[in-house]
């Protein structure tokens, strides 16, 4: 499974040779289910928060700033697909939350459609923090919390260098 | 090196991440045939970048006690690269090909220094793509999840 998706993505395959690359993917799960989930809030918990801030806040960019709108509502949809990732890994965790805070939605945001500077501003700032939070758990997270903050530190790093 | 060796596990995502670096630096080589000079300082800066990253990969592996991977003579390109537009194109793949490696050096080695060193390759590799896309004009230049396979 991982294996064949690994040679089907990576299109980019040596030509002559014994074929390298294909020794790549080996079928090692990194992913440990079942450890009984450590006490305290989990440090995932406000990544997922973060994420689901930033939504809202480039939604409303999009919204009040049509120059902004196509770049804001790439990075909303981006940041909406982290939440749901972490959510995800959050609940496989703990099925059942010990404080059964159910996600509370994130507080709308008001940009005013007089100020480009600021909306800019506001963007290249979430999507700055966001890199620092999800970067820090890197080093000591499980590895496929490892690799799914890395990515997410990755999506907003592009983000910012393509900003207009 | 001051951390432990790598196991098998680690080793394995090294030499495959430094096998795409290879395939970066060579795509760069062919890319630059068919760019236009304004374009030529974007195409040196990822070019100069996967070196650096491929010379740290073999260092690392070196230094276990393990034969780096060489490079291959040639690599199959996923089209044939013709014009500005086709380099462009494989420019985003080289970069994905290793943001998905650097991705899994993460997910399968333990220690924080060489998790350190492979977040910064797969940022760099996700910013050049998104910075690819633009040139090349797509209309989505970001993915959510930069080198999950």
Do not use: K
Not at chain 1, 80 to 106: K, Y
Not at chain 2, 2 to 22: F, G, K, M, R
Not at chain 2, 26 to 49: N, S
Not at chain 2, 115 to 143: D, E, I, K, N
């Amino acid at each position: 499974m991982t294996r064949s998706r690994l040679a089907r993505r990576r299109v980019l395959t040596a030509a002559l040779g014994t074929g390298v690359l294909a020794l790549g993917g080996p079928a090692l799960a990194a992913c440990t289910t079942g450890a009984s989930a450590p006490p305290g809030p989990d440090p995932l918990e406000p990544v997922a928060a973060r994420a689901e801030e930033d939504a809202v806040l480039a939604d409303a960019v999009a919204a009040a700033h049509p120059d902004l709108a196509p770049w804001a509502t790439a990075l909303a949809a981006d940041r909406r697909q982290h939440a749901t990732a972490l959510r995800a890994e959050l609940r496989r965790v703990r099925p059942t939350p010990p404080n059964t805070t159910s996600p509370t939605a994130a507080a709308p945001v008001d940009v005013r459609a007089d100020d480009l500077g600021a909306a800019r501003t506001s963007l290249v700032d979430a999507v700055h923090s966001a890199q620092e939070q999800a970067a820090a758990p890197v080093g000591g997270a499980p590895g496929h919390r490892a690799a799914l903050l890395a990515s997410i530190v990755a999506c907003c790093a592009s983000h910012e260098a393509v900003l207009p | 090196m001051t951390t432990a060796a790598p196991d098998a596990v680690t080793v394995a995502a090294l030499q495959t991440a430094l096998a795409t670096e290879h395939a970066a630096v060579w795509c760069y080589g062919l890319v630059t045939a068919f760019v236009p000079g304004d374009l030529a300082t974007q195409v040196a800066e990822a070019a100069l970048a996967h070196r650096a990253r491929r010379d740290a990969t073999e260092r690392v592996l070196a230094d276990a006690g393990v034969t780096p991977v060489p490079a291959e003579p040639a690599y199959r390109t996923p089209w044939p690269v013709t014009d500005t537009a086709s380099a462009v194109a494989l420019t985003v793949t080289a970069e994905s090909d290793t943001a998905e490696a650097w991705r899994s050096v993460i997910e399968r080695a333990g220690g924080p220094q060489l998790r350190s060193s492979a977040l910064t390759a797969l940022v760099g590799a996700a910013v050049r793509a998104a910075r690819w896309r633009q040139t090349g004009g797509a209309p989505l230049l970001t993915v959510p999840f930069p080198g999950a396979p």
